[in-house]
């Protein structure tokens, strides 16, 4: 469910008047829902995945929460690190390597068998992935206290407006508001958040899907040395190149810029990402 679609804000505004007109004490409980939700209507497979990740390092958190000792804490610290990075390892660069090992068996002469098996890679995997994880090293490093409420945990992990494409949050800043929720809707918050969405929508559709059609989509090298010959043709690959850069950067920038908007009508406050490229 792609921000820049018609399901996404259907499915927003009937989240948003459900939330603003839910008793406060049930909103946390929603926006999991809604936020499971949202990742299921992508696949819905995949959902036992952050699920997983999240119960994982809620426990890891409250058994850190206990332990005094070094190495103990460690292998605690540990079993987070190894089942998130397990879980992005297999399903991200499971193909990459199968792939890769056969290219190479081929190019020596050797015979390699064809997996048949071909892993999908889960929507916003990583950023969920390392934002859970995230929190169970700030509770090993004493940062934050352990998390007594999974509603609270399963928020901050799954929050819909970022779980595509970030901010990743650190759990000391979303985490305090997620317990506490605002009464109700501010306008200065109501104003900023159209002015995210907006903005972040002409970078994403008229920007970022403008370049990557027209130029990155439609230029390839072997294609413009075919049609302008040899000598001009490393112009236009340079052309090429940067209207590349700033597809991608536009792209991330406008997701970024609609997530903290989307956020703000919830009445919680993101990080501000994408100010400049570095």
Do not use: H
Request: hydrophobic share 50%; proline share 5%.
């Amino acid at each position: 469910m792609n921000f820049n679609s018609a399901q996404f804000f259907g499915f927003l505004a009937a989240s948003l008047a459900i939330y603003w007109l839910l008793p406060r004490r049930f909103r946390l409980a929603f926006l999991l829902v809604a936020s499971y939700a949202f990742y299921a209507a992508t696949d819905w497979r995949f959902l036992g995945l952050i699920i997983m990740s999240t119960f994982v390092d809620y426990v890891v958190g409250g058994l850190l929460g206990r332990t005094e000792g070094a190495g103990t804490r460690k292998a605690l610290l540990a079993t987070s690190v190894v089942v998130n990075l397990s879980i992005l390892a297999i399903f991200k660069y499971f193909n990459f390597f199968t792939d890769s090992f056969a290219a190479v068996a081929e190019a020596i002469g050797l015979s390699s068998p064809r997996w048949a098996l071909q892993v999908l890679l889960p929507v916003g995997l990583s950023f969920y992935t390392f934002q859970s994880m995230s929190y169970a090293i700030d509770v090993y490093r004493g940062d934050i206290e352990p998390e007594r409420s999974p509603l609270v945990l399963g928020t901050f992990v799954a929050f819909f407006p970022q779980l595509l494409a970030g901010p990743i949050e650190r759990s000391s800043k979303l985490m305090p508001q997620l317990r506490n929720l605002p009464q109700r809707p501010r306008q200065s918050q109501m104003l900023e958040a159209v002015d995210l969405i907006a903005i972040g929508l002409f970078k994403k559709v008229a920007v970022a899907d403008v370049a990557f059609r027209v130029v990155v989509d439609g230029f390839s090298p072997a294609q413009l040395t075919a049609d302008i010959g040899p000598d001009r043709g490393w112009q236009l690959t340079m052309l090429t190149l940067l209207a590349f850069g700033m597809q991608q950067y536009c792209d991330f920038s406008g997701y970024s810029d609609m997530a903290r908007g989307v956020a703000k009508l919830f009445g919680v406050e993101l990080s501000r990402n994408f100010l400049r490229p570095v």
